[in-house]
């Protein structure tokens, strides 16, 4: 390394180096540095703005954040305030920061940035802010909670998914009085089915019955795997009457369903029941509950029927 750097290069340099957008604000929260990184992003996506924000209150900019990120913006500007009023020591912030090319997200660090000499009064001279790109972790975690609550054989929600599902509908139930009905939906036989024409017979059912779930219900409408060859479906703004007539149109839709296995036609039907749920209930087992309850009465009533 050349002797001719000074220390003040060294760390222009070191930090002109990094990936992450940097910059520099004075206690009042002025930026009064910024890295090549951060004026190559501000040149990209403000063209014909403010090229590097220097000499401009980084609060202000967060106060009138809009788009994408301007719900987190207010947080991080309560953050970086604590930072440099010494209330805490550190603070981090995870937003997106979409633009009309692509979807991203970043991670924004707040660090305070004091003298090297402790003896020295009112050491605390601004604070550090960095952003990094975090896009690809942010993309493998939204990818791996959607495999999470996922059927991975009918690609349908499953009940992980359902049940967070749930608990925003029933919120909505309890504040607003909006109804709702479910759906329990259990496939006649279908160990008959499996132990005659096999388990790859057996797994299109389900995969046909899926894909039939996805046309007869409306897009509010939440149908998921319960699990084995039972489906359950949510139904929001529903009364009992009208989860009826939706739970008529799936029976009759399974029982005229083509599904073949070596040349024979597999008899498909299905057994529902209804249930709504109601002012007594404060979660939707209880609801789940009726619905079970219907369902066993469907099919003691001689199955490929709907009963409430």
Avoid at 27 to 35: D, K, L, R, T, Y
Avoid at 155 to 176: C, H, I, S, T, V
Avoid at 239 to 257: F, H, N, P, T, V
Wanted: net charge negative; glycine share 6%; hydrophobic share 40%.
């Amino acid at each position: 390394m050349s002797s001719t750097l000074v220390e003040g290069d060294i760390a222009v340099a070191v930090i002109d180096a990094l990936t992450s957008q940097i910059c520099v604000v004075d206690p009042e929260g002025v930026i009064f540095a910024v890295n090549r990184a951060w004026k190559q992003f501000t040149a990209e996506n403000s063209p014909g703005q403010v090229r590097d924000h220097i000499g401009v209150s980084y609060l202000n900019v967060c106060r009138h954040s809009i788009g994408p990120g301007s719900e987190e913006a207010l947080d991080f500007a309560n953050g970086l305030r604590a930072v440099l009023r010494g209330e805490r020591e550190f603070f981090q912030i995870e937003y997106p920061c979409h633009s009309a090319k692509e979807i991203r997200w970043f991670l924004a660090r707040v660090s305070p940035l004091r003298r090297r000499s402790p003896s020295i009064e009112h050491n605390n001279i601004g604070a550090v802010v960095s952003h990094m790109n975090i896009t690809d972790r942010k993309l493998a975690e939204m990818d791996y909670a959607r495999l999470a609550s996922t059927d991975q054989l009918t690609g349908l929600p499953n009940r992980r998914f359902f049940d967070e599902f749930a608990k925003l509908d029933m919120d909505r139930f309890l504040q607003f009085g909006e109804p709702s009905s479910l759906l329990m939906v259990d496939l006649d036989h279908f160990k008959t089915i499996n132990d005659t024409y096999g388990h790859a017979a057996g797994d299109e059912v389900l995969r046909r019955v899926a894909a039939l779930g996805k046309l007869v219900f409306r897009s509010c409408d939440l149908f998921i795997r319960w699990g084995g060859e039972e489906f359950v479906c949510l139904l929001p703004r529903t009364d009992e009457w009208g989860a009826i007539l939706a739970a008529e149109k799936l029976r009759s839709a399974i029982e005229q369903l083509s599904i073949f296995s070596n040349g024979k036609a597999l008899p498909v039907t299905a057994s529902i029941g209804v249930a709504s749920i109601d002012s007594t209930d404060q979660a939707m087992d209880s609801a789940l509950l009726r619905a079970d309850r219907a369902l066993y009465r469907a099919k003691e009533c001689g199955r490929n029927r709907v009963r409430s």
